[in-house]
């Protein structure tokens, strides 16, 4: 266990957080959250956040962390993630890294590529253009700049899209070639699992039912004071 590191990962409704849960109360380890919506305060309900009242008990990571204003990157999130594992190797306690964002551990499994750093002005133009020509012209252009990195950026996915064409623009080579220069990856002993449903539609339906006890806790009234307080994206 001691050079170990668990991670759960798929997709929403899969239910990561539940097996997670379970572990944590049969064995020595701490979750730590590879969820890139759970780490800003003020989301609970809209991020569906494991009750205080549970991780008091359980110990989450990375959770309410920061302000919904902040940029939180993934390399923010590898340095802090790696740092947690040491800790807990060390109290001779599992990690698990357990969260639906597929870019965080990516980062953390796999390394980041020393890639150039946001640019707010580039990324404002991008965003003013989406809002003008729509996202699919931006997309359009990826496909014709780095057609390696279309193929595995969904035409919907802004966050990615605006990403890759940020480092085009920086250093006119391809997201996907720097991606070739990834740091190394960890030397821990990594176990994932992978949870997923054969059936879409059992899916769909679990999602759409936590939407709805979501609602009747309070989403809307979460969102109000998000906006309320000033935070608009």
Aim: positive net charge.
């Amino acid at each position: 266990m001691a050079d170990a590191v668990l991670i759960i990962a798929g997709p929403t409704g899969a239910g990561k957080t539940e097996v997670a849960l379970s572990l944590v109360k049969k064995i020595k380890a701490e979750i730590i959250s590879a969820d890139s919506r759970q780490l800003y305060r003020g989301m609970d309900i809209g991020t569906d956040k494991v009750p205080r009242k549970v991780r008091d008990k359980f110990p989450h990571h990375l959770i309410d962390i920061a302000s919904p204003d902040e940029v939180f990157t993934a390399a923010d999130f590898k340095k802090r993630a790696e740092a947690l594992i040491e800790r807990l190797q060390r109290e001779d306690k599992l990690p698990i890294v357990c969260g639906g964002t597929g870019l965080y551990i990516r980062a953390l499994t796999c390394g980041i590529f020393p890639g150039p750093g946001r640019d707010e002005k580039l990324r404002s133009r991008l965003k003013s253009r989406i809002k003008k020509e729509g996202l699919l012209s931006l997309y359009n252009q990826l496909k014709r700049v780095d057609p390696e990195a279309s193929k595995r950026i969904h035409p919907n996915d802004e966050v990615r899209i605006i990403r890759a064409l940020e480092v085009w623009y920086k250093t006119q080579i391809p997201i996907s070639h720097h991606q070739r220069e990834r740091t190394s990856p960890p030397s821990w002993r990594v176990v994932k699992i992978g949870l997923c449903w054969r059936e879409r539609g059992t899916l769909y339906k679990i999602i759409e039912e936590r939407v709805d006890r979501m609602v009747e806790r309070g989403l809307v009234e979460e969102v109000k004071k998000l906006l309320d307080k000033g935070y608009r994206e």
